[in-house]
């Protein structure tokens, strides 16, 4: 434990003494922000429904979202129950944080982060429906993970969990829809005969 401890503080000390500036701080503080309980993917899910063509990809990227909010934040985080890197930095490196937090201090356990999964797990259905919206939202999703180190509110294991998580529930969502026939019944509702 204390090597994964050890690796996730080295990165995060790296990210605060090499990355961070006062550019970058208001751009992480919003890209943080537009994840938050996956609210800005989900508005964006809505407005892919109202297109008839990008119906099944928003319905599974919702569907996804579900799943990996379900799985991360109210399974994995309470069986873990890991704190956050600000709230354990001065037992750890023996000394005061020489900086402040971009953003509120969040509440809850860091592991996973539940940001990286409504990320990924968007990315991961939208990549099965559109290889280049997928890209897209995979690079968006890594992007939404950065930032979670960047503002020093989730460990880096934490942010690879969520990515493995949101990916898996993408995959899972895939699954269903694929199974049930989902897409071409969300196709055909508001199509003239």
């Known amino acids: ?8 503080f080295s990165i995060l000390d ?10 970058l701080d208001p751009i992480m503080t919003a890209v943080s922000i537009f994840a938050d309980k996956g609210l800005g993917w989900a508005l964006l899910a809505l407005v892919l429904l109202i297109p008839r063509k990008t119906r099944p990809a928003a319905a599974t990227a919702l569907a996804a979202m579900v799943i990996a909010l379900l799985a991360g934040e109210f399974v994995i985080k309470g ?5 956050r890197p600000f709230e354990v930095y001065e037992s750890y490196h023996s000394a005061a ?11 809850g356990y860091s592991f996973p982060s539940v940001h990286t999964c409504f990320s990924f797990a968007f990315a991961a259905a939208m990549f099965k429906w559109c290889k280049t ?31 493995a ?13 694929k199974k049930f026939n989902f897409d071409d ?4 509702i508001g199509k003239k005969k």
């Open 97 to 107: 944080m020489p900086f402040t937090l971009n953003m509120g201090k969040p509440t």
């Open 14 to 23: 790296f990210i605060a003494n090499n990355i961070r500036s006062e550019f």
């Open 133 to 163: 919206a997928g890209i897209i939202s995979l690079i968006a999703a890594a992007i939404v993970g950065f930032s979670r180190l960047y503002n020093y509110v989730h460990f880096p294991t934490d942010v690879l969990a969520g990515m």
């Open 1 to 8: 434990m204390d090597f994964i401890i050890g690796f996730d």
């Open 79 to 83: 069986l873990v129950a890991r704190p």
């Open 165 to 177: 998580v949101g990916l898996i529930a993408g995959a899972i969502a895939v699954f269903i829809f």
């Open 185 to 188: 019944k969300l196709l055909n």
